[in-house]
């Protein structure tokens, strides 16, 4: 998959972008990461990329001839997404990062600045996606978030693939608690049932442990996994 990162920050990502699983499946060239920064497709001497918002406010917004033309510097790959990483947007969720891992092959991602971008650029995007409820200084840190996401769902990232169907979201559960040697740490015990080598024993207390998780701590995505069970048995 290529990714292509419209953003006035691009060393904001080079220490993610060479470290852990991200910079293996970088070198292995599972991916390809390419960085546009606008201000390279300015026409100024000060390459300006911001100005003041028409009818007053404050702040300044990004303006949209850069953001297009960066973007229309890129190649076009036959399934492609061109994503504004906004607070306005989907929020990311493990649904939609296995969606665009699945369905594209070209994810273009433009971080925006300021207080925004001018609302023309929408009419580049085809998706605005967001990292949740809040305001940061700008895009680069919720995109660094998708792609992670997105790109440990590529093949041949992560080495063991069953490990990515049995965590936190996947089947709608919180994951269930898991432990390491040593069996005793300072009087904190592994269950007697991980030790003992009955792996029908393990799976059962495993999966009500993801219940009573996503009970304590997400009743919502509970609520949900239940109305999902109830429907695939045709119950309404």
């Not at 007697?192 to 799976?203: F, P, Q």
Request: proline letters at 6%.
């Amino acid at each position: 998959m290529r990714f292509d990162i419209v953003t006035l920050f691009p060393d904001c990502f080079t220490s993610v972008l060479s470290s852990g699983l991200m910079g293996k499946a970088l070198a292995k060239q599972i991916a390809q990461v390419n960085l546009v920064n606008p201000r390279d497709f300015t026409n100024d001497k000060h390459r300006k990329v911001d100005d003041e918002p028409y009818g007053g406010g404050v702040g300044m917004l990004m303006k949209p001839e850069p953001i297009f033309s960066a973007v229309e510097s890129l190649p076009i790959l036959p399934r492609r997404e061109i994503i504004l990483m906004s607070p306005q947007g989907q929020t990311i969720n493990q649904p939609l990062l296995r969606e665009l891992a699945t369905n594209y092959d070209q994810l273009v991602v433009i971080c925006g600045h300021y207080e925004g971008v001018d609302e023309r650029v929408l009419h580049l995007v085809t998706r605005e996606v967001s990292l949740g409820d809040f305001i940061l200084t700008g895009g680069e840190i919720p995109a660094m978030a998708l792609i992670n996401g997105v790109m440990r769902l590529l093949p041949g990232t992560v080495a063991k693939t069953e490990s990515l169907t049995a965590e936190s979201f996947e089947e709608g559960l919180l994951d269930y608690p898991q432990y390491t040697r040593p069996a005793n740490f300072r009087g904190l015990k592994v269950p007697d049932v991980l030790l003992s080598g009955n792996h029908a024993a393990i799976a059962k207390w495993r999966y009500e442990q993801q219940i009573k998780k996503t009970s304590d701590r997400r009743p919502d995505l509970l609520k949900e996994w239940e109305r999902g069970k109830q429907g695939s048995r045709g119950d309404g």
